[in-house]
Structures are given as C-alpha cells and as structure tokens.
C-alpha cells in the first residue's frame, strides 16, 4: 500500500522538442538519509524524469528517508505547504511549498524541506532503471515517482473522525513516530488546491460541503468522487476521471489517488493509484495527471518522450497507414494494454487505455507520429503513422 500525507536514461530514442517553454525545467536538492548507492542513484533517476515534466525556477528540497514503515507500506510523503502567499491563484487554499514557490517565482519557505519522504528499507526492491523488476519485487524509481506527486500537490487534505468528515484537519500525531523536519501546519479546515477540483456524483464540490459534518464523511466513502475541470474532461475523453473513495476511508490514500478499479494495474494512468504491484513498473506520470499537477498550478513541459527501440515488435500491424481518422491495432501477440501518440518533436498528443484494439485520431493535425503500445512489463512496442487529414 502506497500511504503518504503530510530523461529515461536508457538504450532507446529520443525526441526532443524544438519548442521554447517559459522558465526553466526543475530541479531537485535531495538531502539522503539511510541511502545506499544504488537507492541514491534509483531516486535522482526519478527526480531527472519529473525534471523533464516540471518547469520551475526554484529548486525542490526533498529530505529522503530509507528506514522500516509499517508493513505493507512501501512509501509516505510529508509535503511542506503555503497558504495565502501573494501570488497564490486562489485564496484560503493550502499549496504545496514546492508548487507555491514555482508559481511565485522565489523560495517562501527558506531552508525547510519542500518534501520530506520515507521509504521502506524493507520492501523487496528492484533498483534497476529499466522498468523491469522480477517477480516479487517492487520497482523503486515508480515508487518514488509516484511519493514525489504526492509531494508536488497530488493529494488532498481530506480526514474522517468517526463519521465526520473534513478538511485541513490532520495532524502530525497521527503519524508518530514519523515527524517532519518542518514545522506541521496549523490548516484549521482550509482545504487544499488538489481539493478543490473533487467533486460528487451529481456535481456537487466537495469543498461547498459543511466541513467537518457527516456529509462530507459520506461522500468520502461513496466510492463516487471525481476530478473535474474543463481541461481534464478534454484529456479523458468527456468523462469526469474518477477518485479514490473506497467505503473504508484511509488517512493518505482515500481522496488522493485514482480509482484502483477503473485504472487497474497496467492502464495507463495507474501511475497515481493507491495500491502498487509486485513485478510492474511505471516511469510515465500519464496525461490524467499530468493534467491534474497543470490545473493546480505547475507549468508543464508536454514535449518530451523517450521510446526504447529495443522493443520494436515486428508482429505489430497498425492501419490503415497513412490514415485519415482511425487506427486499428492487430497486436494479439503483444496483447498491449494501452497507448501513447507523439509528435516528430517529442509532444505527446494523445494516450489512454487501449479498448477494442482501436484509436480515433480524428483531431490530430496530418503529420508523423510515433504510436507506443505498452505491455505487462513496462515493455513498449513502436510504429511510425502518417495521418493525413
């Protein structure tokens, strides 16, 4: 169970964008406690991916712990937070310290850790770079990526007391014996930034619910909350992408992932679910969240992406080609489980999960572009398309 709170460097091809992006890509100073070197060098692999995504001016200070967790937990994040900065889009909100100092342009917290991470040292881990870990282990660098999103503001300040419901009403207590090098925030139910997109079945925001009341404890555990804004309905296809809200609410991980049902183990956006598997690894955040780190305030550099050619796969058929609005995919052999369309300059255009073998690229622009299926595995499989519109 992945619980928090509070490019790829291999053999393979890269495109590179021609484009300017304002600002500059992040980057990260990670102070590491309890490491060894290979552990060191699987987390700077993973901040160098989040710095292909990340446009920031300010470097991100991360505190990284390698230490025992309870068992069955593999990662939990401590975000260092801001309220009520100058620059802040919207008021009364709580942002990660990280995400407020990109968005004001300076560092408002001085010397505390943007993001404090422990890891557990005693998980099986796979440490390789390859997104191949065996069986029974657990691959790091997706373990890490997923706990840095957390940290950039991936989560949500929801708790349940009984059958209360609330926001900003957490507390370090809750958390003893980990602490934070940081002093705990004193939130009194404001909730935060990622909060204020949840919304219930009928459209109703969670943030407009009495907080703390019974209410807002039953939506927590409706199985039935949803992120929603205009620009993730756009990437999902005109449906609202659904959250985390089993009938058991757990501190950390209800409200602060995607559903495990509806993006299971292998779709392509089960980067930010709660629960991480055995033998699968993942080094591609995918467009829903991505989406989600671009509606609370991150500038996002869209224009990178690597394909590993050593997984050409020469059964896979693709037509027709050229095509003027619809692929079909005869890919039995690779049984792919969902995919990714990029431009000659690395952008990615269009992803999701594979359904019927079949992909609509009726608004893509005419041009080449790269169609990437991904396996169990972590394997990818590659073919250039000419759409013609």
Same mark, same amino acid.
């Given at each position: 169970?992945?619980?928090?709170?509070?490019?790829?460097?291999?053999?393979?091809?890269?495109?590179?964008?021609?484009?300017?992006?304002?600002?500059?890509?992040?980057?990260?100073?990670?102070?590491?406690?309890?490491?060894?070197?290979?552990?060191?060098?699987?987390?700077?692999?993973?901040?160098?991916?989040?710095?292909?995504?990340?446009?920031? !001016?300010?470097?991100?200070?991360?505190?990284?712990?390698?230490?025992?967790?309870?068992?069955?937990?593999?990662?939990?994040?401590?975000?260092?937070?801001?309220?009520?900065?100058?620059?802040?889009?919207?008021?009364?909100?709580?942002?990660?310290?990280?995400?407020?100092?990109?968005?004001?342009?300076?560092?408002?917290?001085?010397?505390?850790? *943007?993001?404090?991470?422990?890891?557990?040292?005693?998980?099986?881990?796979?440490?390789?770079?390859?997104?191949?870990?065996?069986?029974?282990?657990?691959?790091?660098?997706?373990?890490?990526?997923?706990?840095?999103?957390?940290?950039?503001?991936?989560?949500?300040?929801?708790?349940?007391?009984?059958?209360?419901?609330?926001?900003?009403?957490?507390?370090?207590?809750?958390?003893?014996?980990?602490?934070?090098?940081?002093?705990?925030?004193?939130?009194?139910?404001?909730?935060?930034?990622?909060?204020?997109?949840?919304?219930?079945?009928?459209?109703?925001?969670?943030?407009?619910?009495?907080?703390?009341?019974?209410?807002?404890?039953?939506?927590?555990?409706?199985?039935?909350?949803?992120?929603?804004?205009?620009?993730?309905?756009?990437?999902? *296809?005109?449906?609202?992408?659904?959250?985390?809200?089993?009938?058991?609410?757990?501190?950390?991980?209800?409200?602060?992932?995607?559903?495990?049902?509806?993006?299971?183990?292998?779709?392509?956006?089960?980067?930010?679910?709660?629960?991480?598997?055995?033998?699968?690894? *993942?080094?591609?955040?995918?467009?829903?969240?991505?989406?989600?780190?671009?509606?609370?305030?991150?500038?996002?550099?869209?224009?990178?992406?690597?394909?590993?050619?050593?997984?050409?796969?020469?059964?896979?058929?693709?037509?027709?080609?050229?095509?003027?609005?619809?692929?079909?995919?005869?890919?039995?052999?690779?049984?792919?489980?969902?995919?990714?369309?990029? !431009?000659?300059?690395?952008?990615?255009?269009?992803?999701? *999960?594979?359904?019927?073998?079949?992909?609509?690229?009726?608004?893509?622009?005419?041009?080449?572009?790269?169609?990437?299926?991904?396996?169990?595995?972590?394997?990818?499989?590659?073919?250039?398309?000419?759409?013609?519109?």
């Amino acid at each position: 169970m992945r619980v928090f709170l509070f490019v790829i460097v291999a053999a393979g091809m890269f495109f590179s964008s021609s484009q300017q992006v304002k600002g500059q890509a992040a980057t990260f100073d990670v102070e590491f406690i309890g490491f060894s070197a290979e552990a060191e060098t699987a987390f700077n692999y993973a901040t160098d991916i989040w710095s292909n995504f990340l446009i920031s !001016d300010v470097p991100i200070k991360i505190i990284a712990h390698l230490q025992p967790l309870l068992p069955g937990q593999l990662g939990i994040t401590f975000p260092n937070g801001e309220i009520n900065f100058d620059e802040a889009p919207y008021p009364n909100y709580w942002y990660a310290s990280c995400l407020a100092n990109s968005i004001a342009g300076t560092d408002l917290n001085g010397d505390d850790a *943007d993001i404090e991470i422990y890891i557990s040292s005693a998980a099986n881990w796979y440490f390789g770079l390859d997104e191949n870990p065996g069986p029974g282990e657990y691959d790091f660098v997706s373990t890490v990526l997923h706990e840095i999103c957390h940290g950039l503001g991936f989560l949500s300040l929801s708790n349940k007391s009984g059958t209360e419901g609330s926001f900003g009403l957490i507390y370090a207590s809750s958390f003893f014996p980990l602490t934070t090098t940081f002093i705990w925030p004193e939130l009194d139910t404001m909730p935060g930034i990622f909060d204020k997109y949840l919304e219930d079945f009928s459209g109703v925001a969670l943030t407009t619910y009495e907080n703390p009341s019974t209410a807002l404890g039953d939506a927590q555990i409706s199985n039935n909350l949803f992120f929603d804004s205009p620009e993730i309905i756009l990437e999902n *296809d005109g449906i609202r992408p659904k959250i985390y809200a089993p009938a058991t609410f757990t501190l950390g991980s209800s409200l602060s992932h995607w559903d495990e049902t509806t993006y299971p183990v292998c779709s392509y956006n089960e980067f930010m679910t709660p629960k991480a598997a055995a033998n699968v690894a *993942d080094h591609m955040p995918g467009i829903l969240t991505l989406t989600v780190l671009e509606e609370i305030g991150w500038e996002i550099n869209y224009d990178t992406f690597q394909v590993d050619v050593i997984n050409i796969a020469p059964e896979l058929i693709i037509y027709p080609n050229p095509s003027h609005g619809q692929l079909f995919i005869d890919a039995q052999l690779i049984n792919a489980s969902s995919y990714t369309i990029i !431009d000659m300059h690395g952008k990615i255009c269009k992803a999701g *999960d594979l359904v019927n073998n079949e992909i609509n690229i009726r608004e893509l622009k005419s041009g080449v572009y790269v169609v990437v299926l991904k396996r169990a595995g972590g394997e990818v499989v590659w073919r250039g398309v000419n759409v013609l519109m």
